[in-house]
């Protein structure tokens, strides 16, 4: 089955004196794009969150995850002061009573109103025991965005599906209309020949008419772009039946459909071909459309 990139998840629960709450959700990339937000005193988390998404099955798409951390109970931690921060604060608070003529009433209570200047230490087993904390909420959450994903990927199958579907048919049209084509314009051609040397009072060799006229007629003939392009029509369910990401698998397989149909549509002398060609081409262009919201 395949998957859309585009979904929503959320989980709270209270783990290890702490009410925790994950948001995840992703619209298309082309990559795999994670961002994370959590408060400061757990920034320390964010880098263990991308793998952790990625061994769960999340393997493309831009994914924005929210977390908010309220602690209800815990041990008296170790706070510090951000001292290169603070530094910072306090010089721009002055600049800015400076530029705009304001009193001056820095004070330490008013400092201390931004939290981000102090910073939580935690023991490598505190670590650890928060990790594990997230990962329960984090554990929660993740099946209903795949859920999601799953979801809105069955829909999207079953649409792409109905389009190559149509375009089979497409194809059959064309299968059955070209079937005397080749044998159509070699007669045409080699009576045009005839006529105009004729007309000049040429000698001309019989066999190397006929021969030429071949050649020819041989250009126009589509038998090898149908069997490409049929082929290509049972790639395209292999690939949706391998339960494996089929975003960018299915944008080249469409390339190549576009391809041979473009191929077609240059070759042919049939005008009721030609326009099955733009209707397989509108085809074509709704599915890879259709294909950029797939992971």
Known sequence: MIKSMTSFGRARKTVGGKDITVELKSVNNRFFDCSVK???SFSFLEEKIKPYL?????????????????????????????????EAYIKALRELGEKFDLKDDISIMRVAQNHDIFVVRKSEEDTEKEWADLCTVLDEAIPGFLAGRERE????????STKVEN???????????SKNDVEDYRTKLEGKLRDMLADNRIVFDESRILTECAIFADKVAIDEELVRLS????GFY???????PAGRKLDFLIQEMNRETNTIGSKCQN??????VVDIKCEIEKIREQIQNIE
């Open 271 to 276: 005008s009721s071909i030609a326009k099955i």
């Open 153 to 160: 990927g069955a829909n999207i199958e079953r649409d792409l």
């Open 54 to 86: 990625q061994a769960n099955s999340i393997s493309r798409g831009k994914v924005d995850v929210f977390i908010t951390i309220d602690v209800i109970d815990s041990p008296v931690p170790d706070i510090c002061i951000d001292e290169g921060y603070a």
């Open 167 to 177: 375009i089979k048919s497409l194809v059959g049209k064309i299968e059955e209309l």
């Open 238 to 244: 292999d690939i949706l039946a391998s339960g494996e």
């Open 38 to 40: 959590l408060p400061r």
């Open 231 to 234: 082929s290509h029509f049972d």
